[in-house]
């Protein structure tokens, strides 16, 4: 658990890197994500071929912002089970052939559980990068420049910061239960009531501690980045070529036109 607690951290130390995704404004790279979750939602529910493009845009990204993609896939795995519990009985509830791979016939529902599949990939590995890139506190004050309001991007920051407070505190107890239990005496569900109940009272008691620490500090409700940014022109060709790409893979089946346009070469 500790070792799960340490690469939920990184996700922070990959933030204050260097790149040139980084360096990007953090309203830049909040309008693609968007755009970009919003364009791949847009597709019909049968699409699969349509939506393999799109997986170029968290591949470069990744590899324009430094990111480990072997990072990203690991965060990317824990929402999968979410898109199963969606679409698993989708096979079997639209039992209609669609489409055929030589003389195999699928149903419409493997199309829409492999397009569920899809577009969790998609959205959550984006989000991920997003983050990764940028970090919560910029995303939160893009947010605001944007036009959001002040309270709903502050709560966001406080909701993650919190759950950084409530695993800490979780690592802590885990680690004292197995020094205090000898083999696996102690190890039943029995205790697990008082933990959860210990764990949301410590948790609490730490985030009061440090809201009281920010206060004295000089904290009073407004978002400070550690790094100043302004729009440049670089911003806007990015928003540009993202949308402009996107759109293009979306407005156009490219795989299919592709694939026709080698038939026709063919003898």
């Known amino acids: 658990m500790e070792d799960r607690f340490l690469e939920f951290g990184l996700i922070d130390q990959l933030a204050r890197a260097d790149s040139r995704l980084h360096r990007l ?20 529910r049968y699409s699969v071929l349509a939506i393999l493009p799109l997986l170029l845009y968290p591949v470069l990204l990744s ?20 898109a199963l519990m969606v679409g698993i009985f989708n096979p079997w509830i639209d039992t209609k052939p669609v489409a055929s791979l ?44 944007l036009g959001a309001p002040h309270l709903f991007s502050l709560q966001i920051m406080f909701l993650y910061r919190y759950l950084f407070v409530l695993t800490a505190e979780a690592v802590q107890m885990v680690r004292a239960r197995n020094l205090r239990t000898f083999g696996r005496r102690g190890l039943g ?8 109940a210990s764990l949301l009272i410590r948790s609490l ?17 407004e978002i400070q980045p550690l790094r100043q940014s302004r729009w440049r022109r670089h911003d806007t060709f990015f928003v540009l070529l993202c949308i402009l790409a996107c759109s293009t893979i979306r407005l156009w089946n490219l795989p299919q ?3 026709g346009w080698l038939l026709q070469l063919l003898p």
């Open 257 to 259: 036109a592709i694939g």
């Open 102 to 145: 030589g003389p195999l016939l699928i149903s419409g529902g493997w199309l829409s559980f492999t397009s569920i599949l899809l577009r969790c990939i998609l959205t959550v590995s984006s989000a991920i990068i997003l983050v990764a890139s940028t970090g919560i506190s910029q995303i939160c004050l893009a947010f605001q420049r």
């Open 63 to 82: 590899a324009m912002g430094e990111l480990p993609l072997a990072y990203v896939a690991r965060r990317t795995l824990p929402a999968l089970p979410f």
């Open 205 to 221: 008691d730490r985030a009061q501690n440090i809201h009281r620490a920010m206060v004295a500090r000089g904290f009073r409700g």
């Open 25 to 44: 404004d953090p309203r830049a790279k909040l309008l693609t994500t968007l755009f970009f979750c919003a364009l791949v939602v847009s597709f019909p």
């Open 189 to 196: 569900p029995g205790p697990f009531a008082s933990l959860i």
